[in-house]
Protein backbone atom coordinates (compact mmCIF):
# COMPACT_ATOMS: atom_id res chain seq x y z
CA UNK A 1 0.00 0.00 0.00
CA UNK A 2 2.71 2.48 0.65
CA UNK A 3 5.01 1.36 -1.56
CA UNK A 4 5.49 4.63 -3.26
CA UNK A 5 4.82 7.20 -0.70
CA UNK A 6 3.32 10.08 -2.11
CA UNK A 7 4.28 13.90 -0.25
CA UNK A 8 2.79 16.95 -0.64
CA UNK A 9 4.47 18.86 -3.68
CA UNK A 10 5.80 22.16 -3.04
CA UNK A 11 3.61 23.05 -6.39
CA UNK A 12 0.90 21.75 -8.87
CA UNK A 13 2.07 18.91 -10.77
CA UNK A 14 -0.94 17.49 -11.40
CA UNK A 15 -0.73 16.17 -15.17
CA UNK A 16 -4.20 14.45 -15.66
CA UNK A 17 -7.80 15.24 -14.31
CA UNK A 18 -7.66 11.72 -11.91
CA UNK A 19 -4.93 13.64 -10.41
CA UNK A 20 -7.19 16.96 -9.56
CA UNK A 21 -10.21 14.53 -8.62
CA UNK A 22 -8.70 12.60 -6.11
CA UNK A 23 -9.42 12.65 -2.81
CA UNK A 24 -6.68 12.08 -0.74
CA UNK A 25 -3.53 14.42 -2.08
CA UNK A 26 -0.75 12.30 0.12
CA UNK A 27 -1.24 8.41 1.26
CA UNK A 28 -0.53 10.29 4.83
CA UNK A 29 -3.97 11.87 4.77
CA UNK A 30 -5.61 8.25 3.56
CA UNK A 31 -3.61 6.90 6.76
CA UNK A 32 -4.88 9.75 8.98
CA UNK A 33 -8.53 9.31 7.87
CA UNK A 34 -8.25 5.78 8.18
CA UNK A 35 -6.76 6.47 11.81
CA UNK A 36 -9.38 8.54 12.58
CA UNK A 37 -12.26 6.62 11.30
CA UNK A 38 -10.78 3.75 13.67
CA UNK A 39 -10.29 6.19 16.84
CA UNK A 40 -13.72 7.50 16.39
CA UNK A 41 -15.34 3.72 16.30
CA UNK A 42 -13.35 1.69 18.80
CA UNK A 43 -12.03 4.38 21.03
CA UNK A 44 -14.59 6.90 21.37
CA UNK A 45 -17.77 5.29 22.27
CA UNK A 46 -16.23 2.84 24.82
CA UNK A 47 -13.77 5.67 26.57
CA UNK A 48 -16.86 8.74 26.90
CA UNK A 49 -19.54 8.85 29.35
CA UNK A 50 -23.19 9.19 28.41
CA UNK A 51 -22.92 12.86 28.39
CA UNK A 52 -20.14 13.24 25.80
CA UNK A 53 -21.75 10.69 23.57
CA UNK A 54 -25.05 12.56 23.84
CA UNK A 55 -23.08 15.83 22.59
CA UNK A 56 -21.29 13.06 20.00
CA UNK A 57 -24.31 12.36 18.68
CA UNK A 58 -25.98 15.49 18.33
CA UNK A 59 -22.87 16.56 16.32
CA UNK A 60 -23.69 13.32 14.21
CA UNK A 61 -26.68 14.06 13.46
CA UNK A 62 -25.99 18.04 12.95
CA UNK A 63 -23.54 17.50 10.82
CA UNK A 64 -25.37 15.09 8.75
CA UNK A 65 -28.01 18.20 8.19
CA UNK A 66 -25.04 20.50 7.74
CA UNK A 67 -23.17 18.46 4.78
CA UNK A 68 -26.86 19.29 3.05
CA UNK A 69 -27.18 22.74 3.49
CA UNK A 70 -23.48 23.33 2.07
CA UNK A 71 -24.10 21.05 -1.08
CA UNK A 72 -27.00 23.91 -1.58
CA UNK A 73 -25.02 27.24 -0.54
CA UNK A 74 -21.79 26.42 -0.28
CA UNK A 75 -21.73 24.54 -3.63
CA UNK A 76 -24.51 25.75 -5.37
CA UNK A 77 -24.80 29.57 -4.54
CA UNK A 78 -28.32 29.15 -3.01
CA UNK A 79 -29.48 29.98 -0.08
CA UNK A 80 -31.87 28.18 2.27
CA UNK A 81 -33.48 29.49 5.59
CA UNK A 82 -35.91 26.28 5.81
CA UNK A 83 -33.67 23.87 6.46
CA UNK A 84 -34.60 23.45 10.26
CA UNK A 85 -38.15 22.96 9.00
CA UNK A 86 -37.21 20.18 6.83
CA UNK A 87 -35.12 18.96 9.49
CA UNK A 88 -38.66 18.84 11.46
CA UNK A 89 -40.65 17.60 8.25
CA UNK A 90 -37.91 14.53 8.19
CA UNK A 91 -38.70 13.91 12.06
CA UNK A 92 -42.36 13.56 11.72
CA UNK A 93 -41.95 11.51 8.84
CA UNK A 94 -40.03 9.00 10.00
CA UNK A 95 -42.13 9.42 12.87
CA UNK A 96 -46.01 8.88 11.35
CA UNK A 97 -44.06 5.88 9.33
CA UNK A 98 -43.01 4.18 12.31
CA UNK A 99 -45.97 4.62 14.38
CA UNK A 100 -48.95 4.36 11.51
CA UNK A 101 -47.55 2.09 9.12
CA UNK A 102 -45.11 0.40 11.43
CA UNK A 103 -42.18 0.50 9.36
CA UNK A 104 -38.69 -0.75 10.61
CA UNK A 105 -35.95 1.78 11.38
CA UNK A 106 -34.07 1.16 8.61
CA UNK A 107 -36.10 1.84 6.26
CA UNK A 108 -38.06 4.91 7.84
CA UNK A 109 -35.25 6.73 8.22
CA UNK A 110 -34.44 7.11 4.04
CA UNK A 111 -37.96 7.20 3.12
CA UNK A 112 -38.31 10.24 5.89
CA UNK A 113 -35.14 11.92 3.50
CA UNK A 114 -37.10 10.81 0.21
CA UNK A 115 -40.33 12.70 1.79
CA UNK A 116 -38.33 15.72 2.68
CA UNK A 117 -36.61 16.03 -0.58
CA UNK A 118 -40.03 16.06 -2.03
CA UNK A 119 -41.56 18.30 0.24
CA UNK A 120 -38.11 20.75 -0.76
CA UNK A 121 -39.40 20.44 -4.32
CA UNK A 122 -43.01 22.18 -3.60
CA UNK A 123 -40.90 24.77 -1.94
CA UNK A 124 -37.58 25.12 -4.67
CA UNK A 125 -40.23 25.13 -7.85
CA UNK A 126 -41.21 28.04 -7.96
CA UNK A 127 -38.23 30.05 -6.70
CA UNK A 128 -35.65 28.49 -8.47
CA UNK A 129 -37.19 29.45 -11.89
CA UNK A 130 -36.44 33.19 -11.08
CA UNK A 131 -32.22 34.66 -10.89
CA UNK A 132 -31.20 35.50 -8.08
CA UNK A 133 -32.14 34.86 -4.44
CA UNK A 134 -35.60 34.06 -4.42
CA UNK A 135 -35.13 30.57 -3.16
CA UNK A 136 -34.12 32.17 0.28
CA UNK A 137 -37.14 33.99 0.86
CA UNK A 138 -39.42 30.84 -0.71
CA UNK A 139 -37.79 28.64 1.87
CA UNK A 140 -38.40 31.23 4.15
CA UNK A 141 -41.94 30.73 3.46
CA UNK A 142 -41.48 27.54 3.42
CA UNK A 143 -40.03 27.19 7.12
CA UNK A 144 -43.49 29.47 8.27
CA UNK A 145 -45.64 26.90 6.59
CA UNK A 146 -44.06 23.72 7.37
CA UNK A 147 -44.30 24.87 11.38
CA UNK A 148 -48.28 25.61 10.92
CA UNK A 149 -48.84 22.45 9.34
CA UNK A 150 -46.85 20.61 12.29
CA UNK A 151 -48.95 22.24 14.55
CA UNK A 152 -52.17 22.19 13.19
CA UNK A 153 -52.60 19.35 11.07
CA UNK A 154 -53.31 17.55 13.88
CA UNK A 155 -55.01 14.21 12.08
CA UNK A 156 -51.17 13.10 10.92
CA UNK A 157 -48.69 15.20 13.77
CA UNK A 158 -50.61 15.11 16.23
CA UNK A 159 -50.62 18.25 17.52
CA UNK A 160 -48.79 19.85 20.57
CA UNK A 161 -48.99 16.71 21.93
CA UNK A 162 -46.24 15.34 19.76
CA UNK A 163 -45.40 11.55 18.50
CA UNK A 164 -43.59 9.00 20.55
CA UNK A 165 -41.39 6.33 18.33
CA UNK A 166 -41.34 2.83 19.21
CA UNK A 167 -37.40 1.74 19.86
CA UNK A 168 -35.29 1.28 16.80
CA UNK A 169 -33.73 -1.58 15.82
CA UNK A 170 -32.01 -3.21 13.06
CA UNK A 171 -32.50 -7.17 12.22
CA UNK A 172 -33.51 -8.02 15.74
CA UNK A 173 -31.37 -5.96 17.89
CA UNK A 174 -32.79 -3.13 19.60
CA UNK A 175 -31.01 0.08 19.90
CA UNK A 176 -30.94 1.55 23.03
CA UNK A 177 -28.92 3.88 25.18
CA UNK A 178 -26.18 6.65 23.85
CA UNK A 179 -23.33 3.92 22.37
CA UNK A 180 -26.03 2.25 20.30
CA UNK A 181 -27.04 5.28 18.57
CA UNK A 182 -23.72 6.55 18.41
CA UNK A 183 -23.08 3.47 16.03
CA UNK A 184 -25.65 3.92 14.04
CA UNK A 185 -25.16 7.58 13.65
CA UNK A 186 -21.61 8.04 12.89
CA UNK A 187 -21.93 5.17 10.41
CA UNK A 188 -24.93 7.25 8.81
CA UNK A 189 -22.27 10.29 8.72
CA UNK A 190 -19.69 8.12 7.50
CA UNK A 191 -21.80 6.99 4.58
CA UNK A 192 -23.61 10.62 4.23
CA UNK A 193 -19.92 12.63 3.78
CA UNK A 194 -18.48 9.63 1.47
CA UNK A 195 -21.91 10.27 -0.70
CA UNK A 196 -21.74 14.10 -0.75
CA UNK A 197 -17.40 14.00 -2.04
CA UNK A 198 -18.06 11.63 -4.27
CA UNK A 199 -20.91 13.44 -5.99
CA UNK A 200 -18.74 16.73 -5.72
CA UNK A 201 -16.46 14.78 -8.03
CA UNK A 202 -19.42 13.80 -10.88
CA UNK A 203 -20.49 15.47 -13.23
CA UNK A 204 -23.41 16.64 -11.29
CA UNK A 205 -21.32 17.93 -8.81
CA UNK A 206 -19.12 19.68 -11.16
CA UNK A 207 -22.23 21.41 -12.59
CA UNK A 208 -23.37 22.54 -9.49
CA UNK A 209 -20.09 24.40 -8.96
CA UNK A 210 -20.42 26.07 -12.66
CA UNK A 211 -23.49 27.16 -11.47
CA UNK A 212 -22.61 28.60 -8.16
CA UNK A 213 -18.96 30.88 -9.87
CA UNK A 214 -21.46 31.73 -12.89
CA UNK A 215 -24.70 30.91 -13.80
CA UNK A 216 -25.15 32.39 -17.00
CA UNK A 217 -21.56 30.86 -18.49
CA UNK A 218 -22.93 27.89 -17.01
CA UNK A 219 -25.96 27.80 -19.23
CA UNK A 220 -23.71 28.46 -21.61
CA UNK A 221 -22.24 25.66 -21.69
CA UNK A 222 -25.31 23.52 -21.80
CA UNK A 223 -25.99 22.92 -18.19
CA UNK A 224 -29.58 23.32 -17.10
CA UNK A 225 -29.62 25.58 -14.84
CA UNK A 226 -33.16 25.07 -13.29
CA UNK A 227 -33.22 21.51 -12.96
CA UNK A 228 -29.54 21.62 -11.80
CA UNK A 229 -30.31 23.65 -9.06
CA UNK A 230 -33.89 21.70 -8.46
CA UNK A 231 -31.42 18.55 -7.86
CA UNK A 232 -29.13 20.55 -5.14
CA UNK A 233 -32.07 21.93 -3.10
CA UNK A 234 -33.67 18.56 -3.67
CA UNK A 235 -30.52 16.62 -2.36
CA UNK A 236 -29.99 19.08 0.42
CA UNK A 237 -33.60 18.37 1.37
CA UNK A 238 -32.93 15.12 1.35
CA UNK A 239 -30.53 15.31 3.88
CA UNK A 240 -32.07 17.17 6.47
CA UNK A 241 -35.07 14.73 6.24
CA UNK A 242 -32.68 11.76 6.95
CA UNK A 243 -30.95 13.56 9.85
CA UNK A 244 -34.32 14.97 11.02
CA UNK A 245 -35.47 10.83 10.97
CA UNK A 246 -32.21 10.15 13.11
CA UNK A 247 -33.16 12.81 15.23
CA UNK A 248 -36.77 11.35 15.80
CA UNK A 249 -35.34 7.70 16.76
CA UNK A 250 -32.70 9.30 18.85
CA UNK A 251 -35.15 11.76 21.22
CA UNK A 252 -38.14 9.06 21.08
CA UNK A 253 -40.67 11.70 21.33
CA UNK A 254 -40.54 14.88 19.23
CA UNK A 255 -42.82 17.84 19.72
CA UNK A 256 -42.61 20.94 16.53
CA UNK A 257 -41.12 23.23 18.91
CA UNK A 258 -37.43 22.99 18.27
CA UNK A 259 -37.63 23.18 14.29
CA UNK A 260 -38.38 27.10 14.06
CA UNK A 261 -36.60 29.66 12.59
CA UNK A 262 -33.46 29.89 14.66
CA UNK A 263 -32.78 26.24 14.13
CA UNK A 264 -32.37 27.25 10.28
CA UNK A 265 -29.92 30.07 11.35
CA UNK A 266 -28.23 27.81 13.51
CA UNK A 267 -27.59 25.55 10.36
CA UNK A 268 -26.85 28.24 8.15
CA UNK A 269 -23.89 29.71 11.12
CA UNK A 270 -22.76 26.08 11.10
CA UNK A 271 -21.72 26.48 7.52
CA UNK A 272 -20.37 29.62 7.50
CA UNK A 273 -18.57 28.84 10.24
CA UNK A 274 -17.31 25.87 9.39
CA UNK A 275 -16.98 27.28 5.58
CA UNK A 276 -18.91 27.24 2.63
CA UNK A 277 -17.85 24.91 0.16
CA UNK A 278 -16.17 22.91 2.04
CA UNK A 279 -17.53 19.20 3.07
CA UNK A 280 -14.79 19.02 6.20
CA UNK A 281 -16.03 22.21 7.28
CA UNK A 282 -19.60 21.55 7.67
CA UNK A 283 -18.74 18.74 10.07
CA UNK A 284 -16.06 21.43 12.02
CA UNK A 285 -19.23 24.04 12.01
CA UNK A 286 -21.19 21.37 13.14
CA UNK A 287 -18.70 20.41 15.72
CA UNK A 288 -18.23 24.47 16.82
CA UNK A 289 -21.63 25.02 17.31
CA UNK A 290 -22.85 21.83 19.25
CA UNK A 291 -19.85 22.18 21.45
CA UNK A 292 -21.27 26.47 21.69
CA UNK A 293 -24.57 25.29 22.76
CA UNK A 294 -23.43 23.27 24.87
CA UNK A 295 -21.32 25.86 26.55
CA UNK A 296 -23.26 28.31 26.79
CA UNK A 297 -26.14 26.04 28.39
CA UNK A 298 -23.67 25.05 30.78
CA UNK A 299 -22.21 29.09 31.08
CA UNK A 300 -25.76 30.27 31.84
CA UNK A 301 -26.45 27.95 34.54
CA UNK A 302 -23.22 28.78 36.01
CA UNK A 303 -23.74 32.23 36.18
CA UNK A 304 -27.39 31.25 37.54
CA UNK A 305 -26.21 29.54 40.17
CA UNK A 306 -23.69 32.36 41.59
CA UNK A 307 -26.89 34.92 42.07
CA UNK A 308 -24.75 37.50 40.94
CA UNK A 309 -27.50 39.34 38.94
CA UNK A 310 -30.46 38.22 40.87
CA UNK A 311 -33.10 40.94 39.23
CA UNK A 312 -31.99 40.04 35.64
CA UNK A 313 -33.72 36.52 34.43
CA UNK A 314 -30.90 35.42 32.48
CA UNK A 315 -32.17 32.16 29.81
CA UNK A 316 -30.39 30.55 27.35
CA UNK A 317 -32.68 31.41 24.50
CA UNK A 318 -31.98 35.42 23.64
CA UNK A 319 -28.10 34.73 24.54
CA UNK A 320 -27.98 31.56 22.29
CA UNK A 321 -29.54 33.80 19.23
CA UNK A 322 -27.14 36.68 20.26
CA UNK A 323 -24.04 34.61 19.75
CA UNK A 324 -24.96 32.86 16.42
CA UNK A 325 -25.32 36.33 14.87
CA UNK A 326 -22.15 37.48 16.30
CA UNK A 327 -20.34 34.09 14.93
CA UNK A 328 -22.02 34.53 11.70
CA UNK A 329 -20.91 38.21 11.67
CA UNK A 330 -17.74 37.70 12.28
CA UNK A 331 -16.54 34.84 10.52
CA UNK A 332 -17.92 36.62 7.20
CA UNK A 333 -16.34 39.51 7.68
CA UNK A 334 -12.84 38.55 9.06
CA UNK A 335 -12.59 34.49 7.38
CA UNK A 336 -15.80 33.87 5.13
CA UNK A 337 -14.07 30.48 4.38
CA UNK A 338 -14.62 30.04 7.38
CA UNK A 339 -12.61 26.79 9.85
CA UNK A 340 -11.58 24.73 7.10
CA UNK A 341 -10.01 27.75 5.90
CA UNK A 342 -7.84 28.54 9.24
CA UNK A 343 -7.36 24.54 8.98
CA UNK A 344 -5.61 25.00 5.72
CA UNK A 345 -3.61 27.94 6.28
CA UNK A 346 -2.77 26.13 9.76
CA UNK A 347 -1.33 22.65 7.77
CA UNK A 348 0.37 24.87 5.27
CA UNK A 349 2.12 26.98 7.43
CA UNK A 350 3.58 23.86 9.39
CA UNK A 351 4.33 21.96 5.90
CA UNK A 352 6.15 25.37 4.72
CA UNK A 353 7.67 26.35 8.09
CA UNK A 354 10.38 27.57 8.26
CA UNK A 355 10.17 29.52 4.90
CA UNK A 356 6.12 30.02 5.30
CA UNK A 357 5.80 32.68 2.18
CA UNK B 1 -72.05 44.03 6.39
CA UNK B 2 -70.90 46.08 9.43
CA UNK B 3 -68.19 43.70 10.68
CA UNK B 4 -67.47 43.33 6.47
CA UNK B 5 -66.69 46.88 6.62
CA UNK B 6 -64.64 47.38 9.83
CA UNK B 7 -62.69 44.33 8.54
CA UNK B 8 -62.13 46.23 5.34
CA UNK B 9 -61.23 49.65 6.84
CA UNK B 10 -58.83 47.34 9.65
CA UNK B 11 -57.07 45.56 6.76
CA UNK B 12 -56.38 48.84 4.76
CA UNK B 13 -54.94 50.78 7.82
CA UNK B 14 -52.65 47.52 8.90
CA UNK B 15 -51.55 47.31 5.27
CA UNK B 16 -50.32 50.65 4.83
CA UNK B 17 -48.39 50.02 7.78
CA UNK B 18 -47.36 46.51 6.39
CA UNK B 19 -46.51 48.92 3.12
CA UNK B 20 -44.38 51.62 5.20
CA UNK B 21 -42.30 49.25 6.29
CA UNK B 22 -42.10 47.68 3.00
CA UNK B 23 -40.85 50.54 1.65
CA UNK B 24 -37.58 50.88 3.76
CA UNK B 25 -36.71 47.13 2.68
CA UNK B 26 -37.80 48.20 -1.19
CA UNK B 27 -35.16 50.81 -0.87
CA UNK B 28 -32.26 48.98 0.68
CA UNK B 29 -32.93 46.37 -2.11
CA UNK B 30 -33.10 48.93 -5.18
CA UNK B 31 -30.24 51.15 -3.85
CA UNK B 32 -27.74 48.02 -3.03
CA UNK B 33 -29.79 44.74 -4.00
CA UNK B 34 -29.29 43.49 -0.81
CA UNK B 35 -32.27 41.42 0.72
CA UNK B 36 -32.42 42.49 4.22
CA UNK B 37 -33.79 39.90 6.81
CA UNK B 38 -32.66 42.01 9.94
CA UNK B 39 -35.29 44.67 8.70
CA UNK B 40 -37.68 43.50 11.42
CA UNK B 41 -35.28 43.66 14.02
CA UNK B 42 -34.71 47.65 12.32
CA UNK B 43 -38.42 47.89 13.42
CA UNK B 44 -38.64 46.60 16.93
CA UNK B 45 -35.61 48.50 17.77
CA UNK B 46 -36.93 52.14 16.31
CA UNK B 47 -40.06 50.90 18.77
CA UNK B 48 -38.31 49.94 21.87
CA UNK B 49 -36.19 53.19 21.46
CA UNK B 50 -39.24 55.44 21.67
CA UNK B 51 -40.58 53.30 24.44
CA UNK B 52 -37.65 53.68 26.38
CA UNK B 53 -37.21 58.05 25.64
CA UNK B 54 -41.24 58.61 26.65
CA UNK B 55 -41.47 56.47 29.44
CA UNK B 56 -37.79 56.32 31.31
CA UNK B 57 -36.19 59.88 30.12
CA UNK B 58 -40.11 61.14 30.31
CA UNK B 59 -39.63 63.43 27.50
CA UNK B 60 -42.77 64.59 25.80
CA UNK B 61 -44.25 62.51 22.45
CA UNK B 62 -43.28 64.22 19.81
CA UNK B 63 -39.54 65.19 20.78
CA UNK B 64 -39.15 61.16 21.67
CA UNK B 65 -40.39 60.75 18.22
CA UNK B 66 -38.22 62.98 16.86
CA UNK B 67 -35.21 61.74 18.54
CA UNK B 68 -36.46 58.37 17.87
CA UNK B 69 -36.00 58.87 14.27
CA UNK B 70 -32.93 60.69 14.36
CA UNK B 71 -31.67 57.91 16.40
CA UNK B 72 -32.55 55.18 13.96
CA UNK B 73 -31.33 57.46 10.90
CA UNK B 74 -28.11 57.25 12.80
CA UNK B 75 -28.60 53.24 13.48
CA UNK B 76 -28.90 52.56 10.00
CA UNK B 77 -26.22 54.52 8.81
CA UNK B 78 -23.54 52.77 11.60
CA UNK B 79 -25.04 49.17 10.57
CA UNK B 80 -24.00 49.92 6.95
CA UNK B 81 -20.67 51.39 7.77
CA UNK B 82 -19.87 48.59 9.82
CA UNK B 83 -20.57 45.50 8.66
CA UNK B 84 -22.58 46.12 4.88
CA UNK B 85 -19.36 48.59 3.38
CA UNK B 86 -16.17 45.97 4.15
CA UNK B 87 -18.55 43.53 1.88
CA UNK B 88 -18.92 45.75 -0.84
CA UNK B 89 -17.94 43.82 -3.80
CA UNK B 90 -18.21 40.65 -1.90
CA UNK B 91 -20.50 37.74 -3.34
CA UNK B 92 -24.21 38.92 -2.59
CA UNK B 93 -24.68 35.17 -1.23
CA UNK B 94 -22.74 36.27 1.85
CA UNK B 95 -24.24 40.09 2.57
CA UNK B 96 -27.47 38.21 2.28
CA UNK B 97 -26.29 35.83 4.83
CA UNK B 98 -24.85 38.69 6.96
CA UNK B 99 -28.25 39.92 7.76
CA UNK B 100 -29.30 36.79 8.58
CA UNK B 101 -26.78 36.81 11.62
CA UNK B 102 -27.57 40.77 11.86
CA UNK B 103 -31.02 39.78 12.60
CA UNK B 104 -29.92 37.22 15.30
CA UNK B 105 -27.48 39.08 16.81
CA UNK B 106 -30.16 42.11 17.17
CA UNK B 107 -32.86 40.21 18.24
CA UNK B 108 -30.80 38.31 20.73
CA UNK B 109 -29.88 42.02 22.39
CA UNK B 110 -33.41 43.15 22.39
CA UNK B 111 -34.36 40.11 24.10
CA UNK B 112 -31.47 40.39 26.83
CA UNK B 113 -32.47 44.11 27.03
CA UNK B 114 -36.02 44.24 27.00
CA UNK B 115 -36.79 40.48 27.59
CA UNK B 116 -40.07 38.78 25.99
CA UNK B 117 -42.53 40.84 27.57
CA UNK B 118 -44.96 42.84 26.12
CA UNK B 119 -45.23 46.56 26.99
CA UNK B 120 -47.50 49.17 25.65
CA UNK B 121 -47.26 52.95 25.06
CA UNK B 122 -49.04 54.92 27.23
CA UNK B 123 -51.98 56.63 25.91
CA UNK B 124 -50.81 60.04 23.87
CA UNK B 125 -53.18 60.05 21.06
CA UNK B 126 -56.30 62.32 21.21
CA UNK B 127 -59.83 60.63 21.24
CA UNK B 128 -60.93 63.13 18.45
CA UNK B 129 -58.98 61.68 16.03
CA UNK B 130 -61.68 58.57 16.20
CA UNK B 131 -64.04 58.67 13.49
CA UNK B 132 -67.66 57.05 13.68
CA UNK B 133 -69.15 56.85 10.54
CA UNK B 134 -72.47 54.71 11.23
CA UNK B 135 -71.27 51.73 12.92
CA UNK B 136 -68.01 51.41 11.19
CA UNK B 137 -65.59 52.64 14.37
CA UNK B 138 -62.05 54.04 13.35
CA UNK B 139 -59.65 54.33 16.55
CA UNK B 140 -57.20 57.12 16.06
CA UNK B 141 -54.22 54.56 15.77
CA UNK B 142 -55.56 53.77 12.71
CA UNK B 143 -56.13 56.86 11.36
CA UNK B 144 -52.90 58.02 12.34
CA UNK B 145 -51.14 55.10 10.59
CA UNK B 146 -53.40 56.19 7.42
CA UNK B 147 -52.15 59.43 7.81
CA UNK B 148 -48.54 58.49 8.13
CA UNK B 149 -48.77 56.04 5.39
CA UNK B 150 -50.28 58.63 2.82
CA UNK B 151 -47.63 61.23 4.54
CA UNK B 152 -44.41 59.47 3.86
CA UNK B 153 -45.71 57.61 0.11
CA UNK B 154 -46.23 61.58 -0.90
CA UNK B 155 -42.53 62.56 0.76
CA UNK B 156 -41.32 59.31 -0.76
CA UNK B 157 -42.62 60.22 -4.16
CA UNK B 158 -41.30 63.83 -4.22
CA UNK B 159 -37.87 62.66 -2.68
CA UNK B 160 -37.06 60.29 -6.06
CA UNK B 161 -38.54 62.60 -8.26
CA UNK B 162 -36.81 66.00 -7.25
CA UNK B 163 -34.32 66.00 -4.50
CA UNK B 164 -30.65 65.02 -5.63
CA UNK B 165 -30.06 61.91 -3.61
CA UNK B 166 -33.30 60.84 -4.45
CA UNK B 167 -32.15 60.73 -8.01
CA UNK B 168 -28.47 59.44 -7.39
CA UNK B 169 -30.69 56.78 -5.64
CA UNK B 170 -31.97 56.27 -8.55
CA UNK B 171 -29.57 55.94 -10.82
CA UNK B 172 -27.61 53.54 -8.58
CA UNK B 173 -30.86 51.00 -8.21
CA UNK B 174 -30.72 51.63 -12.46
CA UNK B 175 -26.95 50.98 -13.12
CA UNK B 176 -24.78 51.02 -10.34
CA UNK B 177 -21.57 51.11 -12.70
CA UNK B 178 -23.02 54.13 -14.98
CA UNK B 179 -23.77 55.66 -11.73
CA UNK B 180 -20.01 55.44 -10.41
CA UNK B 181 -18.69 57.05 -13.22
CA UNK B 182 -21.24 59.86 -13.56
CA UNK B 183 -19.45 61.16 -10.87
CA UNK B 184 -21.97 59.44 -8.15
CA UNK B 185 -20.97 58.84 -4.64
CA UNK B 186 -22.19 55.28 -4.42
CA UNK B 187 -21.22 54.44 -0.68
CA UNK B 188 -22.84 57.65 0.42
CA UNK B 189 -26.08 56.73 -1.48
CA UNK B 190 -25.89 53.15 -0.08
CA UNK B 191 -25.28 54.84 3.51
CA UNK B 192 -28.61 56.89 2.93
CA UNK B 193 -30.59 54.27 2.07
CA UNK B 194 -29.53 52.07 5.01
CA UNK B 195 -30.63 55.26 7.15
CA UNK B 196 -33.78 56.26 5.71
CA UNK B 197 -34.88 52.40 5.56
CA UNK B 198 -33.76 52.51 9.53
CA UNK B 199 -35.81 55.50 10.05
CA UNK B 200 -39.02 54.64 8.09
CA UNK B 201 -38.79 51.18 9.85
CA UNK B 202 -38.74 52.59 12.96
CA UNK B 203 -41.69 54.83 12.66
CA UNK B 204 -43.46 51.87 11.22
CA UNK B 205 -42.39 49.83 14.70
CA UNK B 206 -43.77 53.35 16.70
CA UNK B 207 -47.19 52.87 15.23
CA UNK B 208 -48.25 49.22 15.05
CA UNK B 209 -46.65 49.05 18.67
CA UNK B 210 -49.40 51.50 19.24
CA UNK B 211 -51.76 49.31 17.46
CA UNK B 212 -50.65 45.96 18.70
CA UNK B 213 -48.51 46.77 21.88
CA UNK B 214 -44.46 46.17 21.38
CA UNK B 215 -43.13 42.81 21.71
CA UNK B 216 -39.66 41.74 20.09
CA UNK B 217 -41.23 38.80 18.86
CA UNK B 218 -44.06 40.45 17.56
CA UNK B 219 -42.47 43.30 15.82
CA UNK B 220 -39.51 41.14 14.39
CA UNK B 221 -41.86 38.91 12.59
CA UNK B 222 -43.63 41.79 10.91
CA UNK B 223 -40.26 42.31 9.62
CA UNK B 224 -40.71 39.16 7.64
CA UNK B 225 -44.26 39.63 6.72
CA UNK B 226 -42.68 42.29 4.16
CA UNK B 227 -41.50 39.47 1.67
CA UNK B 228 -44.93 38.49 1.01
CA UNK B 229 -45.34 42.34 0.92
CA UNK B 230 -42.35 42.88 -1.82
CA UNK B 231 -43.03 39.56 -3.87
CA UNK B 232 -46.65 40.24 -4.46
CA UNK B 233 -45.37 43.76 -5.61
CA UNK B 234 -42.54 43.25 -6.99
CA UNK B 235 -39.64 43.61 -4.75
CA UNK B 236 -38.03 46.74 -6.82
CA UNK B 237 -41.53 49.11 -6.81
CA UNK B 238 -42.01 51.31 -4.16
CA UNK B 239 -45.58 52.10 -5.00
CA UNK B 240 -46.05 48.46 -5.35
CA UNK B 241 -44.93 47.67 -1.96
CA UNK B 242 -47.60 49.65 -0.74
CA UNK B 243 -50.06 47.96 -3.13
CA UNK B 244 -48.72 44.69 -2.03
CA UNK B 245 -48.92 45.48 1.75
CA UNK B 246 -52.62 46.76 1.62
CA UNK B 247 -53.52 43.51 -0.19
CA UNK B 248 -52.08 41.21 2.51
CA UNK B 249 -53.44 43.18 5.36
CA UNK B 250 -56.68 43.10 3.81
CA UNK B 251 -56.05 39.31 3.24
CA UNK B 252 -54.85 38.70 6.88
CA UNK B 253 -57.33 40.92 8.69
CA UNK B 254 -60.21 38.87 6.41
CA UNK B 255 -58.61 35.59 7.44
CA UNK B 256 -58.85 36.52 10.94
CA UNK B 257 -62.39 38.08 10.77
CA UNK B 258 -63.87 34.87 9.30
CA UNK B 259 -61.51 31.85 8.80
CA UNK B 260 -59.52 30.93 11.60
CA UNK B 261 -56.42 33.64 13.68
CA UNK B 262 -53.90 30.62 13.81
CA UNK B 263 -54.10 30.52 9.99
CA UNK B 264 -53.65 34.48 9.23
CA UNK B 265 -50.07 34.42 10.21
CA UNK B 266 -49.19 31.74 7.83
CA UNK B 267 -51.25 33.03 4.61
CA UNK B 268 -49.57 35.61 3.66
CA UNK B 269 -46.36 33.18 3.09
CA UNK B 270 -48.98 30.74 1.14
CA UNK B 271 -49.67 34.07 -1.10
CA UNK B 272 -45.89 34.14 -1.64
CA UNK B 273 -45.25 30.86 -2.62
CA UNK B 274 -48.25 31.07 -5.18
CA UNK B 275 -47.10 34.31 -6.76
CA UNK B 276 -43.62 33.27 -7.19
CA UNK B 277 -45.47 30.23 -8.87
CA UNK B 278 -47.31 32.46 -11.29
CA UNK B 279 -46.14 36.03 -11.44
CA UNK B 280 -42.75 35.89 -10.50
CA UNK B 281 -41.84 39.32 -10.11
CA UNK B 282 -45.08 40.78 -8.54
CA UNK B 283 -47.69 43.13 -9.61
CA UNK B 284 -45.95 45.84 -10.53
CA UNK B 285 -41.75 44.61 -10.41
CA UNK B 286 -39.37 45.06 -13.47
CA UNK B 287 -39.29 41.94 -15.77
CA UNK B 288 -35.61 40.92 -15.79
CA UNK B 289 -35.06 39.48 -19.69
CA UNK B 290 -31.58 37.52 -19.84
CA UNK B 291 -30.59 36.04 -22.74
CA UNK B 292 -27.61 33.40 -23.09
Redesign the interface.
Known sequence: MFKKLRFHPCGNFKENYEEELKVFSTDFGRAWSIVGLLVLFIVVPFASGPYILYIFNMIGIAAIAAVGLNILVGFTGQISLGHGAFLGVGAYSAAVLATRFEMPFWAAVPVAGLITAFAGLIFGLPSLRLKGLYLTISTLAGQFIIEYLLVHWEDITRGTMGITLPAASIFGVDIVGDRMFFFVIFLCLAAVVWAAVNLMRTKYGRALVAIRDNDRAAEGMGIPIFRYKLLSFAISSCYAGFAGGLWAYYMISITSEPFNLLLSVEYIAMIIIGGLGSIAGSIYGAVFITVLNEGLRWGTDVIMNMNIFPEIGLTIAPVREFVFGLAIVLFILFEPKGLAEVWRIVRSNFRLWPFSY | MDFFIQLLVNGICIGLLYGISAMGFVMIFKASSV?N?AHGELLAIGAFLFLTIVTWAGLPVYAAFLLTLVGSFALGFIVERL?LR??IG?????V???T?????????????IW?GNLYTFPDFLPEEFAIQWGVVHVPPVYLTAMLIGILFLIMFGLFFKYSSQGIFMRSVADNQSAALSLGVHVKRVFALSWGIAALVAAMSGIVLGLINGINVHELSSVG?KV??VV?LGGLDSIGGAVVGGILIGLLETFTGGYLST??K??LP??V???I??VK??GLFGLV?I?R?
Open positions: IFFPLEPLIEIMLVGLASMFKGLMLFGLFPISLDVYILVVLLPYEEV
